[in-house]
């Protein structure tokens, strides 16, 4: 035990050491994070050959530092004009970009920033401290349990359906439908493709993400002056509104806490990702909160969940590329390509023979955060300026922008003009009353349901009842069971509570 305390203390110091690529690269994933289609994968794709140039220690703190700044920089632009970087920030504006709207664009980002420092700071903690048990999750995580996860999610659009259940649920249904399109998961068939082969893929994500919340929200703010409401008073950013929005997030402590586990745990999982997680953990907060009527509204605890969330993801993907070499996501694969031309072997033997490289990565991890707060908090003030731009300005910016974060993933021209019709089919939803969020969530996860769901039944030979036969399955059940029914008791509870007084 003193080994490896020693062992860890040598490896901080000698990561602090490496400041000088740590802090450039937290500005850089900032960038990358705020831009829509860009993220830290494809940014690492594009340096790969700087980065097999560099030394193993220097090339992995710079991948694990853009990592979580890409994380952390997606929440930016969701906060502030709407639009989600990436899909792990997707859940992000349902809270974030409210309270800008009313003028908290600066505690708002604090908030964010104090969340997902914290989340992502814990996190790594406790990753590097229950590595053995973390590992485990993925073998244990099945179709069956995977499908419970998903449905978890799913519930939100019940939740966003709960203002208008018809409109919620119809929102939330197309969203699934448009999920669908694609080739059939078992038989390769092409379903609602109209004759596009860019659509035989399924519907890409990024376009749908920045057409849903972003060109739909330029066309309906290109109506106003600014981004901010006109009831909203108008002031000066100042350094107070940092520290409420600071204040506002650790007297939430706990909040971050255990929206961020869940982040972890889901992160293990892999294929999971942060999009799942951010869902997940807004679902779970609203659920059992004392006031699920404030959510999507500005309510902090609605920003805390998804950011906390999405960035305990980080250090969860980590635990199965160390410890089974089985990535969990892109940013780890490619990782996993710079640690192999390194020669670097994985499974329990890594942190045998190189134990430095495996707590590295957590510690630089660790120091990437603990760096971020004094770096990235200060920048919130200047950040919420965005939402005094008049929107003369900043709509065709705002759609410049996405189209061209449409166009990156893919390099097809067909997503620009997908972006464009989920673009008018998001402002249509927006001015009929439907939500887009449960739109999204029915483009990302309905997918994700189906191929599991049907992978299910192919290992049963078609028996639903496949869906009962795993002890941890059930488990899950009954907590996704409990998180639908304890809010509808305790609103009961609310409502007896109001009728005493009154009566």
């Given at each position: ?29 900032l960038i990358v994070g705020g831009i829509p289609g860009f993220s830290a994968a494809n940014t690492i794709i594009i340096l790969m050959p700087l980065t097999l140039a560099m030394g193993l220690d220097t090339g992995l703190i710079f991948m694990v530092t853009l990592y979580c700044a ?434």
């Amino acid at each position: 035990m003193g080994d490896t305390a020693y062992l860890l203390f040598d490896v901080f110091l000698d990561t602090i050491s490496f400041w000088w690529v740590i802090i450039p690269t937290i500005f850089l994933g900032l960038i990358v994070g705020g831009i829509p289609g860009f993220s830290a994968a494809n940014t690492i794709i594009i340096l790969m050959p700087l980065t097999l140039a560099m030394g193993l220690d220097t090339g992995l703190i710079f991948m694990v530092t853009l990592y979580c700044a890409a994380r952390m920089g997606a929440g930016i632009p969701a906060i502030l004009v709407n639009i989600p970087g990436t899909a792990g920030a997707a859940a992000t504006p349902l809270d974030g970009y409210p309270m800008a709207r009313q003028g908290k664009g600066q505690q708002a980002l604090a908030i964010s920033f104090v969340s997902s420092c914290i989340g992502g700071l814990l996190t790594t903690i406790m990753a590097l401290a229950l590595m053995p048990v973390l590992a485990r999750v993925g073998f244990y995580m099945h179709s069956v349990e995977m499908i419970v996860v998903m449905l978890f999610g799913i519930s939100l659009i019940a939740s966003i359906a709960a203002q208008d259940m018809v409109k919620g649920l119809i929102a939330g249904f197309l969203g699934l439908m448009i999920g669908s399109i694609g080739t059939d998961v078992v038989y390769a068939t092409p379903r609602a493709t109209f004759g596009f082969l860019e659509l035989y893929d399924g519907v890409p994500l990024i376009p749908a993400l920045v057409g849903l919340f972003a060109v739909s929200e330029a066309f309906v703010i290109i109506e106003k002056t600014v981004i901010v409401n006109e009831s909203a008073e108008p002031k000066k950013p100042s350094w107070h509104d940092t520290f409420e929005g600071v204040n506002i997030a650790l007297s939430r402590w706990w909040h971050i806490v255990w929206t961020s586990i869940i982040g972890l745990v889901i992160g293990v999982i892999p294929g999971a990702g942060a999009s799942i997680a951010s869902f997940v953990a807004y679902q779970q907060s609203r659920a059992f909160s004392d006031t699920p009527e404030k959510y999507g509204t500005g309510h902090p605890e609605g920003l805390i969940a998804p950011e906390s969330a999405n960035n305990g993801v980080t250090s969860g993907t980590l635990v199965p590329l160390l410890v089974l070499g089985i990535p969990g996501g892109a940013t780890a694969a490619i990782m996993l390509v710079v640690m192999q031309y390194h020669g670097v072997s994985f499974g329990p033997s890594l942190f045998e023979h190189s134990p430095r490289v495996g707590y590295g990565m957590f510690m630089a991890m660790a120091v990437s955060y603990l760096l971020m707060i004094f770096t990235i908090l200060p920048l919130s003030r200047y950040m919420s300026h965005v939402t005094t731009v008049p929107t003369i300005y900043l709509a065709p910016m705002i759609i410049a922008f996405t189209l061209v974060g449409a166009f990156v993933p893919r390099e097809y021209m067909f997503d620009m003009y997908l972006a464009l019709a989920f673009g008018v089919l998001g402002y249509i939803a927006r001015r009929t009353g439907y939500h887009v969020a449960a739109i999204l969530i029915g483009v990302i996860l309905g997918p994700l349901l189906e191929t599991y769901f049907l992978r299910s039944l192919k290992k049963s030979d078609g028996d639903i009842m496949v869906l009962f036969s795993s002890t941890l399955g059930n488990i899950l059940w009954v907590a996704l069971i409990v998180s639908l029914v304890l809010p509808i008791w305790f609103d009961m509870r609310r409502k007896r509570r109001r009728e005493v007084p009154a009566e």
